[in-house]
Nanobody, 125 residues
Framework: QLQLVESGGGLVQPGGSLRLSCAASGFTFDLRAIGWFRQAPGKEREGVSCISSSGGRTDYAASVKGRFTISRDNAKNTVYLQMNSLKPEDTATYYC??????????????????WGQGTQVTVSS
C-alpha cells in the first residue's frame, strides 16, 4: 500500500527554521520525483519545491528560493524540506506528493499521482 507521511511541522517564530520530512513506502521511491506543496486557508494549493528521483535536479518557487532547501535520502525513502528564515506568509499545511515520473515537471497538482495527509506549519510571534 502506497503511503506518504509528512512530519516536522509546528509553530515557529518569524525568522525561525523547521525541517519537514516525507517518508514514503509501498512504491519504488527512487524512480519518482517528489514535490512539496502548501495550502493556506482560503487559498489554492501552490507548489513549493520539487526534487528529481536521483536528487540531482531541484526546483523552487520564487517565494521560497534561497530560504528552503529540498533533499532526499533514497536509502531511507525520505524527502526533506529545510525551511529557514520563515515568514508569517509561509503558514500553511504542507503536503508532499509523488510525481508520475522521475523528473520534476512543474506544480500542477493533477500531475502528481500520490499525496500525503499534510503537516501544519504556523509562523507566528
Amino acid at each position: 500500500q502506497l503511503q506518504l507521511v509528512e512530519s516536522g511541522g509546528g509553530l515557529v517564530q518569524p525568522g525561525g527554521s523547521l525541517r519537514l520530512s516525507c517518508a514514503a513506502s509501498g512504491f519504488t521511491f527512487d524512480l519518482r520525483a517528489i514535490g512539496w506543496f502548501r495550502q493556506a486557508p482560503g487559498k489554492e494549493r501552490e507548489g513549493v519545491s520539487c526534487i528529481s528521483s536521483s536528487g540531482g535536479r531541484t526546483d523552487y518557487a520564487a517565494s521560497v528560493k534561497g530560504r528552503f532547501t529540498i533533499s532526499r535520502d533514497n536509502a531511507k525513502n525520505t524527502v526533506y524540506l529545510q525551511m529557514n528564515s520563515l515568514k508569517p506568509e509561509d503558514t500553511a499545511t504542507y503536503y508532499c506528493a509523488a510525481g508520475r515520473g522521475s523528473v520534476c515537471s512543474g506544480y500542477i497538482p493533477s500531475t502528481y499521482r500520490d499525496w500525503g495527509q499534510g503537516t501544519q506549519v504556523t509562523v507566528s510571534s
